[in-house]
């Protein structure tokens, strides 16, 4: 599986960003895709998981109510929009594919993509 995240920049605060993750190989769209962000000096974090039927999803604490992840499986892409994005926000953002289960441990992720930063200026 590989996975190629996009939609990273820089934004003042209040604003909006959309992240992409599309994924290829491995019948990708068949399995729980998520966003884990890490910022400087901090542990990574889970941000969002979105199961392959959208059935089930999860956010993590910091992000409820501004952040929402989607998906289409044709072409297997799963997005995370981003909205009223604060300082705090700041991170290098990675997509994420669980094989078996989803939770907020980056041990439990199988398949890392490369990272997309994410500035959010004050």
């Known amino acids: 599986v590989q996975l190629q995240a996009s939609g990273g920049g820089s934004v003042q605060t209040g604003g909006s960003l959309r992240l992409s993750c599309e994924a290829s190989g491995r019948t990708a769209s068949s399995y729980i895709t998520g966003w884990f962000r890490q910022a400087p000096g901090k542990e990574r974090e889970f941000v969002a998981g979105?199961?392959?039927?959208?059935?089930?999803?999860y956010y993590g604490d910091s992000v409820k109510g501004r952040f929402a992840i989607s998906r289409d499986n044709s072409p297997n892409t799963v997005y995370l929009q981003m909205n009223n994005l604060k300082p705090e926000d700041t991170a290098v953002y990675y997509c994420a594919l669980y094989l078996d289960g989803m939770g907020p441990s980056p041990r439990q992720i199988d398949y890392w993509g490369q990272g997309t930063q994410v500035t959010v200026s004050s």
């Open positions: 979105i199961t392959w039927n959208a059935r089930s999803i």
